[in-house]
């Protein structure tokens, strides 16, 4: 790893009342404007304290789903996590970010673990991962968020969607301990540019919101998106992506994205 997406701020504890206080590094910068931060490293940094507060609880996530409130300054942030619905076997578990307001949120439905390896089935078969491709040249020098990823295009001419396999190179907080998933949060806001089907140098297609549905939790450090991206007639688009690890095919994700042209 080469740094992190965020520091600690205020002690070791970071904490202020209920909120956790963050500082964002450059990693954090989004290709769109160096000012706002990319999405995915505030998906991993709210699935980082989602994970914090379920530890122990019997439960796992099954569904991220990251709410873009506003533009995500580089600034010094806070962070919270509450329960929204508790139980046993199903729950609901919200974490916020926020500057002078909410900025970013995610929704995690989180559900009670059991054995059922005997009926265990995968949608897809796994993704054989081949020579990487050159960066498309619009991401190229680009810096910030991508400066913190390991970025392999992959050939897949005459295919009908577009992979890419990615690793995050940074820890989501300081050098703490980094999961499958906080991994992959860290990577999946890119499927809107794997499946891209528009010039960014012509359009900006940013995304709304993320949500990612897992079936089974991710491992690993190498992460897959096979994506596509239909653009509608006024200005809306979607991007939908498989999600994979080295080992198979681990969930979905989907994205709303607003266009203009530049």
Request: hydrophobic share 40%.
């Amino acid at each position: 790893m080469i740094g992190c997406y965020y520091q600690r701020m205020g002690g070791l504890s970071g904490s202020d009342g209920e909120y956790q206080r963050f500082q964002p590094t450059d990693y954090t910068r989004s290709n769109w404007d160096p000012e706002i931060q990319h999405g995915s490293p505030p998906l991993a940094l709210l699935t980082k304290l989602i994970e914090e507060l379920s530890a122990d609880s019997g439960l796992r996530i099954g569904r991220l789903s990251l709410d873009i409130l506003g533009a995500i300054p580089v600034t010094p942030l806070r962070a919270r996590a509450w329960v929204e619905r508790p139980g046993s076997r199903i729950c609901m578990m919200v974490a916020e970010l926020a500057a002078d307001r909410a900025v970013a949120r995610v929704t995690a439905w989180l559900l009670a673990v059991d054995d059922t390896a005997d009926v265990a089935s995968d949608r897809y078969p796994p993704l054989v991962e081949g020579p990487a491709q050159p960066r498309p040249d619009p991401f190229v020098d680009v810096g910030g968020y991508f400066d913190a990823l390991d970025w392999r295009q992959q050939d897949t001419r005459g295919q009908p969607a577009a992979v890419s396999w990615f690793s995050p190179t940074a820890y989501v907080v300081d050098a703490e301990p980094t999961s499958g998933v906080q991994r992959l949060a860290a990577v999946v806001d890119c499927a809107n540019g794997v499946g891209a089907v528009l010039d960014p140098r012509r359009f900006s297609f940013m995304n709304t919101d993320t949500v990612v549905h897992l079936h089974r939790l991710p491992t690993g450090v190498d992460f897959a998106l096979r994506a596509r991206t239909s653009i509608g007639p006024d200005g809306v688009g979607v991007s939908t992506a498989e999600v994979f690890d080295k080992q198979g095919f681990v969930g979905t994700a989907a994205q709303t994205l607003l266009v203009r042209r530049r």
